[in-house]
């Protein structure tokens, strides 16, 4: 059984950072793409940022230049490091990630961890 389990969010004031963990657990060949969402109150689910296999990164224009993604294929592991948080970046986040296991390819997502930005 193929798990993502996200950890690392909390309650930060404005202008502080946090670092997002999402680890991938089960018996897998390999991970494609990986990804984190966000999901706010009442909003729809946004992509924040994507990292393919082999590194190639991209984000949303909201959080350009503040969020980096990044991968460690070793630990099975993906990574979000935010930096300048603000209000607005206050929602769940979720990470998602194409895992081939044998010859399929299939989607799987975590269930979430809670970001708070506040004062």
């Known amino acids: 059984q193929v798990q993502l389990v996200e950890s690392g969010g909390g309650l930060v004031q404005p202008g502080g950072s946090l670092r997002l963990s999402c680890v991938v657990s089960g018996s897998i060949s390999s991970i494609n793409d990986m990804d984190w969402y966000r999901q706010a109150p009442g909003k729809e689910r946004e992509l924040v940022a994507s990292?393919?296999?082999?590194?190639?990164?991209s984000y949303a224009d909201s959080v350009k230049g503040r969020f980096t993604i990044s991968r460690d294929d070793a630990k099975k592991t993906l990574y979000l490091q935010m930096n300048s948080l603000k209000p607005e970046d206050t929602a769940v986040y979720l990470c998602?990630?194409?895992?081939?296991?044998?010859?399929?390819?299939?989607?799987?997502w975590g269930t979430g961890t809670l970001v708070t930005v506040s004062s």
């Open positions: 998602n990630a194409d895992i081939r296991r044998i010859l399929t390819i299939k989607t799987y």
């Open positions: 990292i393919t296999s082999g590194g190639t990164t």
